[in-house]
Structure formats: C-alpha cells, structure tokens
C-alpha cells in the first residue's frame, strides 16, 4: 500500500466517523473562500435583473433527479407569498447565461467555483474509493449531472424554517457556504459548522445504493430561521452547496425525500 492510499484510508477512517457521529464531516475546500463570496454577490446581483429576463435561463426539470435546472423561484404558500429564488448551475446552462451584464459575470464567478467543486470531488472520489473501487467511473462520468445550487429567501418569521426537514436526492452534497448559521443535522438537530477553507460533506439518498461497502446512512437536515439578519433589503438568507450525482439517476419521489 502506497503512502496516498494510506492517507486516503485514514482520511476514509475520519469522514465515516464524523458523519456516523454527527452526521456530516469537513473536506478541504481546494479553492478559496473569495472564489466563494464573489460568485454568491454574483447570484444577488443576478437576482436583481428584471423576472422575465432571469426567466430565459432555465430549463425544465430534470425528471431523473428532480432538478430544475438554472433560474428557479418558489413562494411559500399562497397566503404568504415571499419567493425564495434558486439557481442550478451545471456546464448544460452556461450557454444560457451570455447575454444581461449581470448574467455573464454570474457565469464568470460560477465557473472556477464549479471547477474548483469538480476538484474536491475527484479528491473526495479517491478517498471514498478505498472501500468502493470503480466509485470514480460513476460519478466522474461526463454526463453525471452535478449541480452548483445558490439559493436566497426573504425574511421568514421565527419558528418558520428556511428549510424544513429532508434527504437530498443525489449521491452526497458539498455544504460551501451559509450567510448565517441555520443549517442542522440529525433527529437532534445539531447544528452544523465548517472553518473557512473546508466544505461540509453528507449523504444523500443514493449514498448507500451507489456506495454498498462503505457503511453510511443519508443525512436528515434542514434549515431554521436565526434571527434577523439581511443581507441586501429583503434578502435574509442566502447559502450554496453543491450536489453530486451519477447519470441515469432513479427518480426520488417527494415522500422518499420528506418522509414525515
Ligand atoms: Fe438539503
């Protein structure tokens, strides 16, 4: 066994007995935080563009993950209509994001985070591989439809979560940044932290169908509110993560993701 092998064993060792006792662990983030907090400003300045011009960079969902792919918005129920805007970036969009100013810088400051995202997945793929040979092939497949998701949300009242309790559907997820703390994990909604220079890494539904040596359950996880906070007027909360996934992905129906 090679020096690397040993290190990605003992880095293996870590990750499932962070993730076993709390439900996630920290990988190096091979990219800088800046990287980071530029594209997230290049989101909200995005956001600002006029709804039908953010509206010409998407595309319908995608029915194997249950993904819409680029812009997106969603109120919270129809009494309370406050819209939480999303974008679900993946190479797919980019041509889509060349015409508004503020889309193509958007594209500029996605594209080195994304390609930094690709690095720490190759990095995290070698680790996990230790248990689970032939791990790459899946998930570094061309067509594996990762997707970099930034998303902001309005002013919630207290006691109204930003996210109420899920699965996500994909392979595992990176957590790369949060405005604020609010992000939980587990039935005793720990509260989940990273350091700077370190992405938070979970579960997700497919962990155990796509890796079966490697003894891990999917993460429940959610946001809650936490305060009162903004960011820019009416923007409270804004976070970006980023979700692995293998191609041809089964469809994860809404109960399998929610289940309570
Ligand atoms: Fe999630």
């Not at 497919?206 to 003894?215: A, G, L, Q, S, V």
């Amino acid at each position: 066994m090679g020096v690397w092998d040993r290190q990605s064993e003992m880095e293996l060792d870590r990750i499932v007995e962070q993730v076993g006792q709390r439900g996630y662990s920290w990988v190096h983030m091979p990219f800088s935080t800046q990287s980071v907090r530029d594209a997230m400003n290049a989101f909200l300045d995005f956001c600002e563009m006029p709804k039908h011009l953010k509206e010409q960079c998407s595309q319908p969902r995608d029915e194997r993950g249950g993904y819409d792919l680029g812009y997106g918005f969603r109120n919270r129920s129809e009494e309370n209509p406050d819209t939480k805007e999303f974008f679900h970036y993946t190479p797919a969009i980019a041509g889509q994001l060349t015409r508004e100013k503020p889309a193509v810088q958007f594209r500029n400051r996605i594209e080195p985070v994304f390609q930094g995202c690709m690095e720490m997945l190759r990095d995290v793929v070698q680790i996990l591989e230790v248990k689970e040979p032939g791990l790459g092939e899946k998930l570094l497949d061309e067509k594996s439809p990762h997707t970099l998701r930034f998303v902001k949300y309005p002013p919630h009242p207290p006691g109204v979560a930003y996210a109420e309790g899920h699965y996500d559907r994909g392979v595992f997820t990176f957590g790369l940044y949060e405005s604020h703390p609010g992000l939980w994990a587990n039935k005793t909604k720990d509260p989940v932290t990273y350091p700077s220079g370190y992405a938070c890494f979970f579960p997700a539904i497919m962990f155990d169908e796509t890796c079966k040596n490697i003894k891990l359950s999917k993460t429940w996880h959610g946001v809650d509110t936490n305060g009162e906070h903004l960011i820019r007027p009416n923007i409270a909360r804004a976070a970006m993560v980023f979700f692995a996934h293998t191609p041809n992905q089964r469809p994860i129906p809404p109960e399998e993701a929610r289940p309570y």
